[in-house]
T-cell receptor, first 116, second 111 residues
Framework: GAVVSQHPSWVICKSGTSVKIECRSL??????MFWYRQFPKQSLMLMAT?????????EQGVEKDKFLINHASLTLSTLTVTSAHPEDSSFYIC????????????FGPGTRLTVL | DAKTTQPPSMDCAEGRAANLPCNHS???????VYWYRQIHSQGPQYIIH???NNETNEMASLIITEDRKSSTLILPHATLRDTAVYYC????????????FGTGTKLQVIP
């Protein structure tokens, strides 16, 4: 149980285009999902907290107009990187909170974004 | 969330127990100790968590000192597939939901 999927697993795009990444909780409902970014040889950095049916809460320094988050259902959150640039190339990881347990979070496998 | 301190790297022989320490001297009474690991180019994987009692599951054991200022994650029989970065995190589980990752311990299991 507690499986989180992400799609796509990797994507290559041209500079200036937008890319959408999906995060799904497959066997549980997640009222809260989180989006992280990880650059090479660095730890995960929280970007935003996504709550179903409401606006996301962004961490300091993360541009909300560039990283659009939608959490329209209890099993799906999406992250759209708008007008992507090479510096946005990174490993994007989502997690979902299992509310029924002691607040354990389960992570997706990650999406490797490369912007040319 | 309380800050944690972990050694940056450790080696362990395959088949031996891997003991990964974590210091969390400023932990509060309502904060749990969580362990995650991240294998290269994958998302983090939940391992185990505890409040003050020792815990064991199919993956590992968690030993928390009586004063709760430190803990040890034990992988009883390390395999090559256990090579990963291991993160120790302390956090409240109600009302404050962020998981803040430190730099973790890079465990290298050696054949």
């Amino acid at each position: 149980g507690a499986v989180v999927s992400q799609h796509p697993s990797w994507v290559i795009c041209k500079s200036g285009t937008s890319v959408k990444i999906e995060c799904r909780s497959l066997d549980f409902q997640a009222t809260t999902m989180f989006w992280y970014r990880q650059f090479p040889k660095q730890s995960l950095m929280l970007m935003a907290t996504s709550n179903e049916g409401s606006k996301a809460t962004y961490e300091q320094g993360v541009e909300k107009d560039k990283f659009l988050i939608n959490h329209a259902s209890l099993t799906l959150s999406t992250l759209t990187v708008t007008s992507a640039h090479p510096e946005d190339s990174s490993f994007y990881i989502c997690s979902a909170r299992v509310a029924e347990s002691t607040d354990t979070q389960y992570f997706g496998p990650g999406t490797r974004l490369t912007v040319l | 969330d309380a800050k944690t301190t972990q050694p940056p790297s450790m080696d362990c022989a395959e088949g031996r127990a891997a003991n990964l320490p974590c210091n969390h001297s400023t932990i509060s009474g309502n904060e749990y100790v969580y362990w995650y690991r991240q294998i290269h180019s994958q998302g983090p994987q939940y391992i185990i968590h505890g409040l003050k009692n020792n815990e064991t599951n199919e993956m590992a054991s968690l030993i928390i000192t009586e004063d709760r200022k430190s803990s040890t994650l034990i992988l009883p029989h390390a395999t090559l597939r256990d090579t990963a970065v291991y993160y120790c995190i302390v956090r409240v589980t109600r009302g404050y939901q962020k998981v803040t990752f430190g730099t973790g311990t890079k465990l290298q299991v050696i054949p």
